[in-house]
């Protein structure tokens, strides 16, 4: 009885799961294809139409004189129909479909219903993504070349510059204040600790417009130094804290006998700690860059949004604003944008679970 109690309850949590990755999977597997379909593609049919389907196939298209009034009933093939049925598409008892396929030219598509896949694809969203495309426009008596285009290509190294050391430095600050909490005694830990605890629930946008004004006065304001250190002090508290759970529950024998041996304190957090502690840096590691890469609020307030230090996620709110019809330019820019995030991921994902269970269960 109770294996079968197991076994249903297993059944039920593989369930959930499932339902939960499909529910991440099918809008990202359409947001995906759709980056390499065609504009118009994407603006009449919809993603799912590259499987397998039935759908109205167009198999002849039939001219009307060019003195067709479409105010009065319009005569096709010895039937009449209105206007407003042309428009709309009407079936006839033959199981074919009439509509219009250029109203003002009088030409109408006999449709019939068939099996078909749109297997339209195209990489010139992405090339116009990345690099743009040049344009020739005509200025008076003389012709120019402007280059117009999305060019994230300078927006993502632009978002690597400011995630990579912006990942680094608070784990590596972190480590060290994780260590120092959970192993050395020394005055005020105990409230130092606290601090960071209650730093943890203190919103960051209540800090942005002092150190604005601090940053303003120390001419830190639009580089890449004040992004690196702002990130890194919003992001210390949740890293130390995190990382004092795992080091904290490290076997204290092994910090003994290096003291015996007469190791210092750096050498042990630096043969000892560092490697132990792999799995918790990946976990929160993970954590910390996503929230980098994605971050629009800090990196807006602090960098700006200079075409010279943009990241990603303004470059996409600009193109969400400038060009709201073109899914096809938003669809490759969002995977664009997707691709180091899920690098990062999959590099680390063997360490994701150990570092987060690490600490949870002393033993």
Not at 84 to 94: C, D, K, M, P, T
Request: with cysteine; charged share 15%; aromatic share 12%.
């Amino acid at each position: 009885m109770e294996r079968k109690r197991k076994k249903s309850s297993k059944w039920l949590v593989n369930t959930v799961l499932i339902f939960i990755c499909l529910i991440w999977l099918i809008p990202t597997l359409g947001l995906f294809i759709s980056s390499f379909r065609p504009a118009d593609d994407i603006l009449e049919t919809g993603w799912w139409t590259i499987f397998p389907h039935q759908d109205w196939v167009t198999e002849e298209t039939i001219s009307l004189p060019e003195d067709t009034d479409l105010r009065q009933p319009i005569e096709v093939n010895g039937e009449t129909f209105t206007n407003e049925q042309l428009n709309e598409g009407v079936v006839l008892s033959n199981q074919t479909r009439l509509i219009w396929e250029n109203r003002r030219a009088r030409t109408i598509h006999v449709q019939e219903k068939a099996w078909t896949m749109n297997t339209n694809f195209t990489l010139e969203n992405y090339e116009a993504v990345l690099g743009g495309k040049q344009y020739q426009i005509t200025l008076g008596n003389g012709q120019t070349m402007t280059e117009q285009g999305s060019n994230l290509t300078k927006t993502f190294l632009n978002t690597l510059t400011v995630a990579v050391p912006a990942t680094i430095l608070p784990l590596l600050i972190a480590t060290f204040a994780a260590y120092a909490f959970a192993w050395l005694n020394f005055a005020g830990r105990r409230l130092l600790f606290v601090i960071v605890i209650v730093l943890l629930v203190v919103p960051l946008q209540v800090a942005l417009i002092p150190i604005l004004k601090d940053y303003t006065a120390l001419g830190l304001n639009g580089s890449y130094l004040g992004i690196w250190l702002a990130h890194t002090a919003f992001g210390l508290p949740l890293a130390t804290y995190f990382l004092y759970n795992y080091i904290s529950q490290l076997p204290k024998d092994i910090f003994e006998s290096a003291f015996i041996d007469g190791a210092s304190n750096f050498t042990i957090f630096t043969k000892l700690i560092l490697p132990l502690s792999i799995p918790a840096l990946a976990s929160i590691g993970i954590f910390q860059f996503l929230w980098v890469w994605n971050d629009y609020l800090v990196a807006l307030v602090f960098l700006g949004s200079s075409p010279d230090v943009q990241v990603l996620s303004m470059r996409i709110a600009d193109m969400v604003g400038s060009r709201g019809n073109d899914w096809h330019l938003l669809t490759s820019a969002a995977f664009v944008s997707m691709i180091m995030p899920l690098t990062v991921f999959f590099a680390l994902q063997r360490f994701f679970v150990r570092g987060l269970l690490g600490g949870s269960v002393k033993g």
